[in-house]
């Protein structure tokens, strides 16, 4: 069954440095997000892209965040300069037109 | 603004017990209604949606949730849990808007199974 696959699993990076998350949607998939989860709280949304572009952010998907879609497969979300409350974990999800979203299993991150 | 709730951050059930995990939404349109498990270092699983049609809707391993529009509820059920079934389950909505689709969360319900 097709999957959404992430890397990395699970990443340590220093309080400023910039973090780059990979993720592979499904191939026939249109739309693209990014979700976070922080230790004990609930999921929230991050960011939505469809047609190359942002279709949709949150107040938390601020100038600190960026997403591509570099290539054909893959979509990354970026992280620039990041802070201890970064750490949390990072689902990527994609979609085709219906309505059932398809979630990654998720990168750790960790901001020490 | 849609939200969802979740009552019980933890539920406790035997082995063999019915499983009754509740959800409320607030909506001013009825969405779409979604319960995903988060097993233990894993990433969300979809368990079971409900779009239109039918109200009691069927998921994996033995789950099911019922669409209530009059109490606003889609509370997840299973006969008899079984031990496999300790997890976190995260109840979502989302509104019907095709391009800017997204999940609203609940706060999660981790489901312990007792032997």
């Known amino acids: 069954e097709p999957e959404v696959t992430q890397t990395p699993s699970h990443q340590v990076t220093q309080m400023g440095q910039e973090v780059i998350l990979r993720c592979v949607p499904i191939s026939n998939h249109l739309y693209f997000y990014w979700y976070r989860q922080i230790l004990g709280q609930k999921v929230e949304f991050l960011v939505s892209f469809y047609n190359n572009e942002i279709s949709e952010k949150s107040e938390i998907f601020d100038d600190q965040f960026s997403v591509e879609r570099p290539d054909g497969s893959n979509f990354t979300l970026k992280i620039r300069s990041t802070k201890l409350e970064d750490s949390a974990m990072y689902f990527c999800?994609?979609?085709?037109?219906?309505?059932?979203?398809?979630f990654g299993e998720g990168s750790w991150l960790t901001v020490v | 603004a849609q939200s969802v709730t979740q009552l019980g951050s933890h539920v406790s059930v035997s082995e063999g017990a019915l499983v009754l995990l509740r959800c409320n939404y607030s909506?001013?349109?009825?969405?779409?209604l979604f319960w995903y498990v988060q097993y233990p270092n894993q990433g969300l699983q979809l368990l079971l949606k409900y779009t239109t049609g039918a109200t009691l809707v069927k998921g994996i391993n033995g789950f099911e949730a019922e669409f209530k529009k009059s109490e606003t509820s889609f509370h997840l059920t299973k006969p008899s849990a079984h031990m496999s079934d300790a997890a976190e389950y995260f109840c979502a909505v989302s509104d019907r808007v095709e391009s800017n689709y997204q999940l609203i969360w609940g706060a999660g319900t981790k489901l312990i199974i007792k032997p």
């Open positions: 909506s001013s349109v009825p969405p779409y």
């Open positions: 999800a994609s979609r085709i037109s219906g309505n059932t979203i398809y």
